[in-house]
């Protein structure tokens, strides 16, 4: 069993408009014959009431995001139809929390591959009759919303590349490496992409950029990130671009590029 935390933090500012902020931990959960449960906590920090549901999305993975699945894409993609949920609505007093609880369903048989469908918790403020409305006059309601990547595996394999890399410029100037990520297999991998250099001159090698949770998805055949270095000029040397497993792939590095950068002109 894991367990994941999602906290909802709902912030009235001096002036409008409002704002809210969602906070998930971690960014995605996988199912397998090993892992038949997980359970996500919601808590509410608010000073509000907040009223809660819990469903199923489907969405089909972009070059830079995600759109929501066609009808033909759920066939293929949707892992609901596996899993029973629970509870499908709450309310949370302040400070209080509920467990959400995903599991496969009893005597279901895994799939082969990997499906996916996203949870999408959805909460909004509670009015009572005790509510007050702010110094400027308003009262404002703010709905959250949240969803998560739940992944159901049977039999298959992770593997990605690393391709179309190409160091740019950003609109100050400095230096921007674009990248993606091409799934190889039949899951999905997850990771972070490193970028290093080691200049020519003998100098200690350098970790230039990190970007965290870096996905490759099946269902498209790239995904595409930036990696901002926040030089002008590297100088001489080697750049290294490395596609790192975390969580499940910790240990693992998916592909490794290396670039020669010719000294400035």
Do not use: C
């Amino acid at each position: 069993m894991r367990t994941a935390f999602i906290s909802f933090f709902a912030a009235l500012a001096a002036a409008f408009p409002a704002a809210a902020d969602i906070a998930v931990s971690p960014l995605r959960q996988v199912l397998d014959s090993d892992h038949r449960e997980v359970r996500f906590v919601v808590s509410n920090p608010t000073p509000r009431i907040l009223e809660g549901r819990a469903s199923w999305l489907d969405l089909s993975a972009t070059p830079l995001g995600y759109e929501s699945a066609d009808i033909s894409a759920r066939k293929e993609l949707s892992a609901a139809p596996w899993f029973t949920l629970r509870p499908s609505h709450f309310r949370l007093e302040p400070g209080a929390r509920v467990e959400i609880i995903i599991a496969l369903r009893d005597g279901a048989a895994l799939p082969s591959g990997e499906r996916r469908s996203h949870l999408l918790i959805e909460t909004a403020a509670t009015r009572t009759l005790m509510r007050k409305a702010s110094d400027t006059g308003l009262q404002v309601d703010i709905d959250a919303g949240v969803s998560v990547p739940v992944m159901l595996r049977g039999y298959g394999n992770a593997a990605a590349s690393i391709t179309g890399t190409k160091l740019l410029r950003d609109s100050e100037g400095l230096l921007l490496l674009s990248t993606a990520i091409a799934p190889d297999a039949v899951y999905s991998t997850y990771g972070r992409l490193v970028a290093a250099f080691v200049p020519n001159n003998g100098g200690a090698r350098q970790t230039l950029a990190v970007r965290e949770n870096v996905v490759g998805y099946p269902d498209t055949e790239l995904r595409l990130f930036e990696l901002p270095l926040g030089f002008f000029t590297l100088g001489a040397g080697q750049l290294t671009l490395r596609y790192e497993g975390a969580a499940e792939f910790k240990g693992r590095v998916f592909d490794e590029r290396r670039f020669e950068i010719a000294p400035p002109q």
